[in-house]
Every structure is written in structure tokens, then in C-alpha cells.
């Protein structure tokens, strides 16, 4: 297909086709990663900052790794060992690695909105690897990814985003993005936990976690995000793990097979029990080895090589 995308901002407003070619790529990148030597030339000659401006496990070493598989040049930049702790702006920062002659730009940061503002400033490619509460798109391809490769399509799969909705960048690229593939979303958490007038995103709701699991075929569970909310949204982390902790007694209560997704990092003992984490019905490992995947064919396809390949091809 014509992939003329330039940045990956978030999954808000990507088709079914595009998404499913992102993750059909996907595929491929994933049996690259099977091989006795997982690495292709793909992005030889191409140079990708990390440029990391809060904190990250998975999303970074993921993004890493990827590159290395695909045989870019990579440098890692993190705000706290940077000229940025000496006041230097956002732009300040980005026109100078551009003057480097970087292709890509791979960023997390606290405020929602900075990649998109990025953009504005370099020449460069920017995927978003995180931006405030706004979205997270590879977090939400992996995902994808993973619930597509059990349910084999996911139309008509009812998916419930259980936890804290409203501080979730990861919960509204999952939305966006299972909406896309014909997937039904169900939201449930305490009213305080979700955005104002969530129920426009066409979504279920529910403020019971025993009738979200009654409804759903899968769960996505979220962490409480702490590091950006204030005080009063919840009485104490007990009070919350025994109303709406995902645990193995609720789920066979059900009598149903519920597949559990995680973004991580996981709370253990608040939003799920830990046992469950790492029961047969959790997928959480399995996110984490096809996020490396998602994110070679996220590179690969918005490096622009893609695109010209399919130019030389067409003047043949
Ligand atoms: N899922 C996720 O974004 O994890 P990190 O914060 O560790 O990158």
C-alpha cells in the first residue's frame, strides 16, 4: 500500500488499512528476530536519536534494540545528564542533534503534545514514544499485534481497559486503535479515573470490574499513574486492588478464558495479582518480545524507504 505518513504522533485517525499493514510488517520483522542472526541492513546509513525526556524501561530498550536489528546508527539522549538541566529549550535542544544530521527522532516526553510541536521545528522523522497523557501508538501496535496473533481478527473482540483511563496515553492509542480494527472497547474504572465525557469515544463503561469481566474477552489492565495525578482520586491502593484488582478468583468466577494484556510497568498487588501476571492467561512477555517487532516496521516505514523503493520500482 501507499504509506505516506511522515511522523508517528499517535493512532488517532489511522485507518484499518494502515494499521494492518503496520502490523503485517510487523510479522515480518518478527521472523527477522527468529533467525540465528536477528538482523537485517534495512536502515544501514540512517541515524536515530532516543531522545528520552522521562523515565522508561521497555519502550527505550525496545526502540534500541530495534534499531540495532535493523543496522542504524543510534545515539541516546537523556534529559538528565543533558544541557537541558542548564535550562536549554525543547527546540534548542532538537535543532542541534538535527545539525548532526539525524534522519529519525524517537521521543518520550511528560507533555502531551511535544512531538507534535518537534515537528514544527526539525526536518527530521519523529515517532512518538510517549507524550504526557496524550497517546503512546507503538505501545498501542503491540498490543494490536499481540491480540490479533490470539484472536486471529479482531472484529467483534470485546477488549476492557480496566484502571487508570483518564492519566493513560497507552489507553487512548489502544482505543483508537481497536476501534480501527473492529474491536468493541469497554472503559472500567472509578468515575475519578475517567476523562470527562469518556462515553463519546463510543465506548461501554463500566464502574464495575465483575461486570467488565462478564462482558469482556480480553483485558487491558493500567497502573495507577501516580506521577501525574493529584491526591483524592482514590482512598487507599487496598481500597482500590479489592474493587477493582484483576484477580485469578474474579476471573474464574466467569467461567470464561479472559486474556490479560499489561503495558507494564506493573504494580504487582494493586491492579493485578501477581500470581495472574504470570499465569497461562497473560500475554504480558508476549507484548513485550512483539514490541521490538512493532517498532522495526514503525522505523522502517516512516524512514521513507519504503516510499522510495516503491517510486524506483514505479519508474522502471
Ligand atoms: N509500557 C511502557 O511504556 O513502559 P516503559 O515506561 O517502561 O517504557
Redesign the pocket.
Known amino acids: 500500500m501507499d504509506f505516506n505518513r511522515k511522523h508517528l504522533l499517535g493512532l488517532e485517525g489511522f485507518t484499518r488499512e494502515e494499521i494492518s499493514y503496520i502490523l503485517d510488517t510487523s510479522e515480518s520483522f518478527k521472523e527477522v528476530l527468529s533467525r540465528q542472526i536477528p538482523k537485517v541492513p534495512t536502515l544501514r546509513g540512517k541515524t536515530i536519536v532516543n531522545l528520552f525526556f522521562e523515565?522508561?524501561?521497555?519502550?527505550?530498550i525496545s526502540f534500541e534494540l530495534a534499531e540495532k536489528r535493523l543496522s542504524a546508527d543510534t545515539v541516546n539522549f537523556s534529559a538528565s545528564t543533558s544541557s537541558v538541566k542548564k535550562g536549554e529549550t525543547l527546540r534548542d535542544t532538537a535543532r542541534n542533534i538535527e545539525a548532526m544530521k539525524i534522519d529519525m527522532v524517537v521521543m518520550r516526553h511528560a507533555a502531551a503534545g511535544a512531538p507534535l510541536y518537534l515537528t514544527q521545528c526539525v526536518d527530521a522523522a519523529i515517532i512518538n514514544a510517549?507524550d504526557g497523557q496524550h497517546e503512546?501508538p507503538t505501545?498501542g501496535l503491540l498490543d494490536l499485534m499481540t491480540l490479533r496473533t490470539k484472536f486471529g481478527s479482531l472484529d467483534g473482540v470485546k477488549v476492557a481497559i480496566v484502571g487508570d483511563i483518564s492519566h493513560s496515553r497507552?489507553a487512548r492509542s489502544n482505543i483508537y486503535g481497536l476501534q480501527a480494527l473492529g474491536a468493541e472497547v469497554g472503559l472500567c474504572a472509578p468515575p475519578t479515573f475517567l476523562p470527562y465525557q469518556a462515553e463519546q469515544w463510543n465506548v461501554e463503561i463500566f464502574h464495575n470490574l465483575d461486570e467488565a469481566l462478564e462482558w469482556a474477552d480480553a483485558l487491558n489492565v493500567l497502573r495507577i499513574q501516580l506521577e501525574r495525578q493529584e491526591k483524592g482520586l482514590f482512598s487507599t491502593l487496598r481500597e482500590y486492588h479489592n474493587l477493582f484488582g484483576v484477580t485469578r478468583e474474579r476471573l474464574e468466577r466467569t467461567g470464561k478464558d479472559i486474556t490479560i494484556l499489561h503495558?507494564?510497568?506493573i504494580n504487582r498487588g494493586v491492579e493485578i495479582e501477581s500470581e495472574l501476571a504470570d499465569s497461562e492467561c497473560s500475554l504480558i512477555l508476549d507484548q513485550v518480545t512483539n514490541g521490538v517487532a512493532v517498532r522495526m516496521a514503525v522505523l522502517y516505514l516512516f524512514s521513507g524507504l519504503q516510499k522510495q523503493a516503491e517510486l524506483k520500482e514505479k519508474s522502471k
Open positions: 523515565d522508561s524501561t521497555r519502550t527505550r510517549g503512546h505501545q497507552v503495558p507494564g510497568p
